[in-house]
């Protein structure tokens, strides 16, 4: 049984930085395209950040440059830093694993953005 537990989402003021960390279990995190995904209230959920089984990044473009994702094979984890955090960055939070026949979902962290 595959699982993803998410941490580290909390309140920060604009221009602040929070990370983000999925741990990752039941499965190599290696073996998986996995990433993060919010959603803010009234919205659909998007992609925010992403990164492939080889190591290959993509990004959201109101994302690009401040975030950063990555992946520790040792730790089972995914995170991913946010930095020059804006209030249209407050959702909530979710990451995910992308397999060859499923995928697995955390159950999210809010991420809230305020002075």
């Known amino acids: 049984q595959v699982q993803l537990v998410e941490s580290g989402g909390g309140v920060a003021q604009p221009g602040g930085s929070l990370r983000l960390a999925c741990e990752v279990s039941?499965?190599?995190?290696?073996?998986?395209?996995v990433g993060w995904f919010r959603q803010a209230p009234g919205k659909q959920r998007e992609l925010v950040a992403g990164?492939?089984?080889?190591?290959?990044?993509r990004y959201a473009d109101s994302v690009k440059g401040r975030f950063t994702i990555s992946r520790v094979n040792a730790e089972n984890t995914i995170y991913l830093q946010m930095n020059i955090l804006k209030p249209e960055d407050s959702a909530v939070y979710y990451c995910?694993?992308?397999?060859?026949?499923?995928?697995?979902w955390g159950q999210g962290t809010q991420v809230t953005v305020s002075s």
């Open positions: 990164i492939t089984k080889s190591g290959r990044t």
């Open positions: 039941g499965r190599p995190v290696r073996t998986y395209t």
């Open positions: 995910y694993a992308r397999g060859s026949l499923h995928s697995y």
